[in-house]
């Protein structure tokens, strides 16, 4: 008796072949995702952090802290310079547009933008903590790891 070998896949091979096109597939998906949104993605950085990560002028990031007491200084039209701190560190910061209405010295904000070659902030989007008990996670939490937040003060949604 002579057995011929079939050239064919058991159903195991198939649903394995299966499988591993779909992985594939979703990992080439996941990949172009991230490829995509790669240049929409902003960190977020303290003062502190800033200088030791050595962020490059133009690239866009958040920069959180408080606003350093007496550093506000409305110019021009709508254009405002402070300076955001975490009190280790501090950067100044220049925004042209409307700041929210609790914008004040000494208060938690999250302003987005680039550093400019001087080491400037310029900043397009400014947001400021909305009453005595919030403050962004993210900075809160940054500030915590500084020592400068008071837990008194809270930590928001």
Same mark, same amino acid.
């Given at each position: 008796?002579t057995m011929v070998?079939?050239?064919?896949? *058991?159903? &195991? ?11 594939? %597939?979703?990992?080439?998906?996941? /990949?172009? @995702?991230l ?6 993605i ?11 990560k ?11 802290g ?17 300076t955001v701190?975490? *009190?280790? &560190?501090?950067?100044?910061v ?6 929210p209405? %609790?914008?004040?010295?000494?208060? /938690?904000v @999250?302003?987005?933008?680039?550093l400019?070659?001087?080491?400037k902030?310029?900043a ?9 008990t919030?403050?962004?996670k ?17 930590a928001?949604?």
């Amino acid at each position: 008796m002579t057995m011929v070998m079939s050239s064919r896949r *058991t159903r &195991k091979q198939k649903r394995a072949a299966l499988i591993l096109a779909g992985v594939a %597939l979703l990992g080439i998906a996941a /990949g172009l @995702v991230l490829y995509a949104l790669n240049d929409t993605i902003v960190f977020f950085y303290t003062p502190s952090e800033i200088a030791e990560k050595n962020v490059t002028p133009g690239q866009r990031f958040r920069l959180g802290g408080l606003v350093e007491t007496g550093s506000i200084v409305k110019g021009e039209g709508m254009t405002v310079s402070f300076t955001v701190t975490d *009190t280790i &560190k501090a950067i100044p910061v220049s925004y042209k547009g409307q700041l929210p209405d %609790l914008f004040r010295e000494g208060q /938690g904000v @999250v302003t987005e933008g680039r550093l400019d070659p001087s080491g400037k902030f310029i900043a397009d989007t400014v947001l400021a903590k909305h009453d005595e008990t919030y403050m962004p996670k993210d900075v809160a939490d940054r500030l915590k790891e500084k020592g400068v937040w008071k837990e008194g003060k809270g930590a928001g949604p």
